[in-house]
Antibody, heavy 122, light 110 residues
Framework: QLQLQESGPGLVKPSETLSLTCAVS??????????WGWIRQPPGKGLEWIGS???????YYNPSLNRRVTISADTSKNQFSLKLSSVTAADTAVYYC??????????????WGQGTLVTVSS | QSVLTQPPSASGTPGQRVTISCSGS????????VNWYQQLPGTAPKLLIY???QRPSGVPDRFSGSKSGTSASLAISGLQSEDEADYYC???????????FGGGTKLTVL
């Protein structure tokens, strides 16, 4: 059974860089069959797609976050990561990692991690 | 302001049928499949409907989806108390070259 687990600091200071990792078990991110994505949800608000990556490094980013986001994949550790720079309080959210159902980024996100809350505060 | 438009709330009594709408445009719903996610309180979203009207294994057939033009709908029949959750529609958007979500609909079972 595929499992995804987010990890990283729960508190980040304003203007610093948020860094999260998604560890994948029960499957390989090196598989040619899937894209992998990050989604976030501010407290009490809706879902926002951040970006998605293929094991080869091909990425798609939300244009509203594009200049601050970097998503990378580490196939040796079977994990992928999110970096969001110059954070503000507006970046406070539960961050989820998920798997797309195919090697096309426009297919559904079918497996999700449990999410991790990141608070931006001094 | 979400790219896809959903009503913020919906409600029904046990056994009733409720529908949740999702309105988009030609660059998203009009061109790509719609997916629906169910988010129970305090949990991660769960894929409920994909490719407009397909149910993943394990999703009861009480849940159904449809799409027409630039709009989509989620229908829940035989409403149960455990269906009380937030529901989100989502689709790929050509002009943004990325995923867009609806703002979510909070379903209350009275």
């Amino acid at each position: 059974q595929l499992q995804l687990q987010e990890s990283g600091p729960g508190l980040v200071k304003p203007s610093e860089t948020l860094s999260l990792t998604c560890a994948v078990s029960g499957g390989s991110i090196s598989s040619t069959s899937y894209y992998w994505g990050w989604i976030r949800q501010p407290p009490g608000k809706g879902l926002e797609w951040i970006g998605s990556i293929y094991y080869s490094g091909s990425t798609y980013y939300n244009p509203s976050l594009n200049r601050r986001v970097t998503i990378s994949a580490d196939t040796s550790k079977n994990q992928f990561s999110l970096k969001l720079s110059s954070v503000t309080a507006a970046d406070t959210a539960v961050y989820y990692c998920a798997r797309h159902s195919s090697a096309m980024p426009y297919t559904q996100l079918d497996y999700w991690g449990q999410g991790t809350l990141v608070t931006v505060s001094s | 302001q979400s790219v896809l438009t959903q009503p913020p709330s919906a409600s029904g009594t046990p056994g009733q049928r409720v529908t949740i709408s999702c309105s988009g445009s030609s660059s998203n719903i009009g061109s790509y499949a719609v997916n629906w996610y169910q988010q129970l309180p305090g949990t991660a979203p769960k894929l409920l409907i994909y490719s407009n009207n397909q149910r993943p294994s394990g999703v009861p057939d009480r849940f159904s989806g449809s799409k027409s033009g630039t709009s989509a709908s989620l229908a829940i029949s035989g409403l149960q108390s455990e269906d009380e959750a937030d529901y989100y529609c989502a689709a790929w958007d050509d002009s943004l070259n990325g995923w867009v979500f609806g703002g979510g609909t909070k379903l209350t079972v009275l």
